[in-house]
């Protein structure tokens, strides 16, 4: 148990879908992430909220929304996905960003999507 | 940009051998972390080495750091099955940013 939680650990869905993926830490941290990761294939990082505000986003396509309502509780909100959004998604706190010492992240055990 | 390559991308070994991974970039990072993921979990942190030529023992595994502070190596001694997964890297650049990852190492040790 590393104090991050996902839910749903595995999710099917179809591409006219609308679902939420949810991530709750136990950490009191105030850094939280979302990643995708497929197949051989890095870490691909989606979103960063420090402090609830969000402060990167990657180039992420539209069809993936991010919620952070409070420093414990991220979400990701997901709707006319395609089937190559098949992955892996990850959420992760850390205590501060990018700070050394205290940006050590903490991932929860990922939520296994499959878009049919 | 900064960016982390890792190497061998995979590695398949028999128990009990000695192997080492390497993670290195151009760029200096302010520490280095190594995770461990295993098939349907989460990367898991292994260690975090800040100083630079700055070596970390954690039972069979031996952390380095280089002194310039752009590289890293993980080696593992005596290998066990136990030792499979996926063996990231991630560095840390200015504060306020997120850590940047390599692609991962595979590891897959068998008896």
């Known amino acids: 148990e590393t104090g991050v939680t996902q839910t749903p650990r595995h999710l099917v869905m179809g591409m006219t879908n609308k679902k939420s993926l949810k991530c709750e830490q136990h950490l009191g941290h105030n850094a939280m992430y979302w990643y995708k990761q497929s197949a051989k294939k890095p870490l691909e990082l989606m979103f960063v909220?420090?402090?609830?505000?969000?402060?990167e986003n990657n180039s992420v396509p539209s069809r993936f929304s991010p919620e952070c309502p409070n420093s414990s509780h991220l979400f990701l909100h997901l709707h006319t996905l395609q089937p190559e959004d098949s992955a892996l998604y990850l959420c992760a706190s850390s205590q501060d960003m990018g700070a050394p010492g205290t940006d050590t992240q903490y991932f929860g055990p990922g939520t296994r999507l499959t878009v049919l | 940009t900064q960016l982390l390559e890792q190497s061998p991308q995979f590695l398949s070994i028999q128990e009990g051998e000695n192997l080492t991974v390497y993670c290195n970039s151009s760029s200096v990072f302010s520490s280095l972390q190594w995770y461990r993921q295993e098939p349907g979990e989460g990367p898991v942190l292994l260690v975090t080495?800040?100083?630079?030529?700055e070596v970390k023992k954690l039972k069979r595994l031996t952390f380095q750091f280089g002194d310039a502070r752009k590289d890293s190596s993980l080696h593992i001694t005596a290998a066990q099955t136990g030792d499979t997964g996926l063996y990231l890297c991630a560095g840390a650049g200015q504060a306020g940013t997120a850590l940047i990852f390599g692609k991962g190492t595979t590891l897959s040790v068998s008896s």
């Open positions: 909220y420090s402090l609830e505000e969000r402060v």
């Open positions: 080495v800040v100083t630079g030529g």
